[in-house]
């Protein structure tokens, strides 16, 4: 009797034990915060054949410490993947970070187009880099809703389309580079509204008209190429109002 007891008691010991275990797994395997659970639904759009991305682990409190992944004050603010051999697609989940300033992605084999609810929650993002990837599609017609965008690197991929005239709305921006795509038509205008403007690269596309007049208005500018586009006409006067022009490729 007393060995039947104590078997028992051992058997019921050792399922209190694994059943402590199995909660306790279940815990360590969801305990991620809410931005890491949103940094791994961005990843399943994307392939990592290098596994670069390994130390991503759901099992983590936060992803402060993951590779890429830069937090302030314990929240994501930058997530920097450059150069990692990525492939996929582009997810807007990645926007889903509140406090995401800075999203690189340059330099990797990311292709597919841009879905236009990308841009619908990314309201404090200041730097978009995803150039040298093989993203194709329309130019991103919605980027304006991006009011606080500073600097903007679409540059060698196969975008093609039109620059939207609304590009005029983005007036925090600093940086415009564009270049090495398939764009068409004419420089808008409205880029006379981006005062705080200093760089523009759109070369090696397919722009054409002339070079407008307005551009002059850009008064922060100090970079402007051009070259290798469609572009005809006379350079026009006004541009000797860019004090800070000390760049200018035609």
Not at 11 to 32: C, D, R, T, W
Not at 37 to 64: M, R
């Amino acid at each position: 009797m007393g060995l039947e007891l104590s078997f028992h008691s051992k058997n019921v010991f050792f399922h209190f034990y694994m059943i402590l275990l199995f909660s306790l797994g279940i815990f360590f395997v969801s305990s991620i915060n809410e931005e890491g659970s949103t940094l791994l639904k961005f990843t399943i759009t994307l392939l990592d054949s290098d596994g670069n991305l390994v130390n991503w682990n759901p099992s983590d409190s936060t992803p402060c410490n993951w590779t890429g992944v830069s937090c302030t004050d314990s929240l994501v603010t930058s997530v920097n993947l450059y150069h990692l051999n990525l492939s996929g697609s582009l997810s807007p989940t990645i926007c889903n970070l509140p406090y995401l300033v800075e999203l690189n992605l340059s330099k990797n084999f990311i292709s597919g187009p841009i879905s236009e609810p990308f841009f619908d929650n990314c309201n404090k993002l200041e730097v978009l880099d995803l150039c040298t990837n093989r993203l194709h599609g329309p130019f991103l017609t919605l980027i304006w809703k991006i009011k606080t965008l500073r600097k903007l690197y679409l540059c060698e991929n196969y975008m093609y389309g039109e620059i939207p005239n609304e590009i005029g709305e983005l007036t925090s921006l600093e940086e415009l580079v564009i270049h090495s795509n398939n764009l068409t038509g004419i420089i808008p205008k409205s880029i006379s509204k981006l005062k705080k403007l200093r760089v523009i690269r759109a070369g090696l596309n397919g722009l054409s008209g002339t070079l407008p007049s307005e551009i002059s208005e850009c008064e922060s500018l100090e970079t402007l190429g051009l070259a290798q586009n469609q572009l005809v006409g006379s350079i026009p006067k006004e541009l000797e109002k860019l004090q800070n022009l000390t760049n200018l490729i035609l």
